[in-house]
């Protein structure tokens, strides 16, 4: 079982920059692979970004490409998400999820919401001026 707590959320002007962390608990961090998805009022929860176990395969959704960096250290059991050059169609709760690895972690499967069994409670951003 793996529990996950997002941080870092919060007001940001268009144009700004935001961190978010997602801290896992346990001791078997480094074998899932783990993904930030979001969801604004009204729609659909969607993909952000999502990095294999190793970090060494990262995925990101077209909307978000060039702006966004995902991360993670197995040392620290931490996933990051450093997000630039906000807009207001970024405002969303911004959720952490985890899977466990397969040895398997392509697009498809990255993008899909069913394909995590641990999400967090998500964390607020609002882009707006």
């Known amino acids: 079982q793996v529990q996950l707590v997002e941080s870092g959320g919060g007001l940001v002007q268009p144009g700004g920059s935001l961190r978010l962390s997602c801290a896992a608990s346990?001791?078997?961090?480094?074998?899932?692979?783990m993904a930030w998805f979001r969801q604004a009022p009204g729609k659909e929860r969607e993909f952000v970004a999502g990095?294999?176990?190793?970090?060494?395969?990262?995925y990101y959704a077209d909307s978000v490409k060039g702006r966004v960096t995902i991360s993670r250290d197995n040392a620290k059991n931490t996933v990051s998400l450093q997000m630039n050059s906000l807009k207001p169609e970024d405002t969303a709760v911004y959720y952490c999820?985890?899977?466990?690895?397969?040895?398997?972690?392509?697009?498809?499967?990255?993008?899909?919401?069913?394909?995590?069994?641990?999400w967090g409670q998500g964390t607020q951003v609002t882009v707006s001026s």
């Open positions: 999820a985890a899977r466990r690895s397969s040895g398997i972690f392509v697009y498809e499967i990255a993008a899909r919401v069913g394909s995590y069994d641990y």
């Open positions: 990095i294999n176990w190793s970090g060494g395969r990262l």
């Open positions: 346990g001791r078997t961090f480094n074998t899932y692979d």
